[in-house]
């Protein structure tokens, strides 16, 4: 049997012996809006919870807009020209416009990419400037949560009269779902706040996971931080798995957010009859699988439908090898689930620590497989221990010693599938 997989840019075709009975698991979603412009435009001028944009934005200077990095397939080349047009029709100059790349902790978007994540007219037009974590001074003290996560927001953002984000939504492994307030926290958040926000507290909390979001302590979080940070509006879409959109959400942001969370859920939810034996996923090709990172995701994606003591197996380029060097600096020491859970329990938060920790939880409960050229194994701690630039041996190591019959998910696009056991 040949199974095809997204993997960097050009994808990845595997060939899978007889034997086991395999299933192909795919991502859902609606279809695709036959005028997406129009949506968009009708959206921003009869918002959710809000008064339309060029209402919002009347009387004001100056608006800052939070936009995804790189690792995320937003479609600003469509999203930002007419939100854009209605701030110049309200009065905002081109000058009083600035637009932040919402980086989080990745790295700093290129020149290159930022023509990418814009479009090369507006990145040429616009002020554009890369969020910066590390980079305390940047930021605005807004005080402590409830709860006493310290929050710092990039004041570039704050120092504007109107806060907007653009992104989209799609379930996300620690969240519930992407979109909305994240663009504001982490992804113009301090180093100090990204730490609180994803130590142990929020990590191992059972309902911190993919499509929870109503009993989320993160979320709820997270709509704190956002609150403190006064988030005006926002735009955000749903895409389909060819990255065409599907719906579009704008307004309020709790409120606008939570229809395009509704809708996300009701039309990706992938229901499968009984848990794996085993999964072959993905980590959804580029961008997503750029470092092995950020395609950590492809694992949490199969995590919840393949048995406990059952095995995974990661497909992942990483061009850009691992990602932080801090993140790297902790692969190469990780001695295992176990051991690392411990480690991290009372210490403080480490930046990236977050990542491992959620594959160390995940490790408890299934054995992982990784199939990577971009990384070695020397470089991936107890984690090399079954990881090869061999793709075939990886197939033979996820099959070996698996009963006549088992039964193998394929998810060709990884953290793109949102797939649950039914009840």
């Known amino acids: 049997m040949q199974a095809a997989f997204a993997f960097g840019k050009t994808g990845l075709t595997i060939s899978l012996p007889d034997g086991p009975q395999y299933c192909v698991v795919e991502g859902r979603s609606a279809d695709a809006l036959e005028d997406a412009a129009a949506a968009i435009g009708a959206a921003l001028d009869h918002p959710i919870g809000s008064r339309s944009l060029v209402e919002l934005a009347a009387g004001k200077r100056t608006a800052a807009l939070s936009v995804c990095d790189i690792t995320r397939p937003a479609p600003n080349s469509l999203t930002l020209p007419p939100l854009l047009?209605?701030?110049?029709?309200?009065g905002i100059p081109e000058d009083g416009v600035t637009i932040l790349i919402?980086?989080?902790?990745?790295?700093?978007?290129?020149?290159?990419?930022?023509?990418?994540?814009?479009?090369?007219?507006?990145?040429?037009?616009?002020?554009?400037?890369?969020?910066?974590?590390?980079?305390?001074?940047?930021?605005?003290?807004?005080?402590?949560?409830?709860?006493?996560?310290?929050?710092?927001?990039?004041?570039?953002?704050?120092?504007?009269?109107?806060?907007?984000?653009l992104g989209f939504i799609e379930p996300h492994w620690m969240l519930g779902f992407s979109g909305g307030r994240k663009l504001v926290a982490p992804g113009l958040a301090a180093e100090q706040t990204i730490?609180?926000?994803?130590?142990?507290?929020?990590?191992?909390?059972?309902?911190?996971?993919?499509?929870?979001?109503?009993?989320?302590?993160?979320?709820?979080?997270?709509?704190?931080?956002?609150?403190?940070?006064?988030?005006?509006?926002?735009?955000?879409?749903?895409?389909?798995?060819?990255?065409?959109?599907?719906?579009?959400?704008?307004?309020?942001?709790?409120?606008a957010h939570a229809a395009g969370v509704d809708f996300v859920r009701s039309s990706t939810m992938t229901r499968v009859p009984q848990f794996f034996d085993a999964a072959i996923a993905s980590a959804a090709g580029h961008p997503l699988d750029l470092t092995f990172y950020q395609s950590l995701k492809g694992i949490h994606a199969a995590h919840h439908i393949v048995k406990p003591g059952g095995r995974i197996l990661l497909l992942c380029e990483c061009a850009e090898g691992i990602g932080s060097p801090e993140f790297a600096a902790m692969l190469r020491s990780y001695a295992g689930p176990q051991q690392f859970l411990s480690q991290i329990a009372s210490a403080p938060v480490v930046i990236d620590q977050w990542q491992l920790e959620k594959i160390a939880l995940a490790g408890l409960r299934n054995e992982i497989l990784i199939y990577t050229p971009g990384v070695s194994p020397e470089q991936l701690g107890a984690l090399g221990e079954r990881c090869t630039s061999d793709v075939n041996q990886a197939i033979a190591a996820l099959l070996d010693g698996l009963p006549a019959g088992a039964r193998v998910a394929l998810i060709p696009e990884g953290p793109y599938a949102f797939a649950q056991v039914a009840e």
Request: aromatic fraction near 6%; charge should be negative.
């Open 85 to 90: 047009e209605r701030l110049h029709a309200a």
């Open 195 to 255: 730490q609180a926000l994803h130590s142990p507290r929020f990590m191992r909390e059972p309902l911190a996971n993919e499509g929870s979001i109503e009993r989320n302590p993160l979320h709820a979080e997270l709509l704190e931080v956002v609150r403190m940070a006064r988030h005006d509006f926002l735009l955000d879409v749903a895409l389909t798995q060819q990255r065409a959109i599907c719906g579009v959400f704008a307004g309020a942001p709790e409120q």
């Open 102 to 165: 919402a980086t989080g902790l990745h790295r700093c978007a290129t020149g290159e990419e930022i023509n990418a994540i814009l479009g090369p007219e507006i990145a040429a037009r616009y002020r554009v400037v890369n969020h910066d974590a590390r980079a305390l001074d940047d930021h605005c003290w807004l005080g402590k949560t409830a709860s006493g996560t310290p929050v710092y927001i990039d004041r570039r953002f704050l120092d504007a009269e109107l806060h907007i984000t």
